[in-house]
């Protein structure tokens, strides 16, 4: 019988040290993808205050402000984010969603570059049931956004 019970507790321990592995290797390879940190979001007013380091990747959120989208030539297009109290010019290379225009809400993930926001990635955002909470708080704290429910 004392063979039986060395034999639980073996196992028991076994069991405790596989476990202990699998947690720290999810554990290193959540940091693994989270090397390039966390994408804060930030309003233009944010970025114009303080801009953030050009390796540092970030969310940037707003309206595309009128008059400023330009298509240039070849596949880069440029145009402006603003919440109303900042604008902050943005280039990105690539297809934009069919929601993206004029005086629309948009978030893109990018860097912060000599000044201008290069995107790596864009999203249009067409009324605030898809617009996340931080772009509309901060349209709200420049006075620019208006409540379509009223």
């Given at each position: 019988?004392a ?14 040290l596989?476990?202990a ?9 959540i940091g ?15 970025v114009?205050?303080?801009p953030?380091a050009?390796?540092?990747t ?9 008059g ?15 919440d ?13 969603p ?16 000599d000044?201008v ?34």
């Amino acid at each position: 019988m004392a063979g039986l019970k060395n034999l639980k507790k073996r196992r028991r321990v076994q069991v405790i040290l596989v476990a202990a592995v699998a947690l720290a290797l999810s554990t290193a390879m959540i940091g693994y993808a989270m090397r390039d940190g966390i994408n804060f979001f930030r309003a233009p007013s944010q970025v114009a205050e303080e801009p953030p380091a050009p390796n540092e990747t970030f969310r940037l959120g707003g309206l595309v402000e009128d008059g400023t989208l330009v298509r240039g030539q070849g596949e880069t297009i440029t145009f402006s984010v603003t919440d109303g109290g900042a604008s902050i010019p943005v280039a990105y290379t690539g297809v934009l969603p069919d929601l993206f225009e004029e005086g629309q809400g948009m978030v893109g993930t990018g860097r912060l570059i000599d000044g201008v926001f290069q995107a790596t990635e864009i999203l249009a955002k067409h009324d605030e049931t898809y617009m996340p909470k931080e772009v509309i708080d901060a349209l709200k704290e420049q006075g620019v956004y208006e409540d379509p429910n009223g």
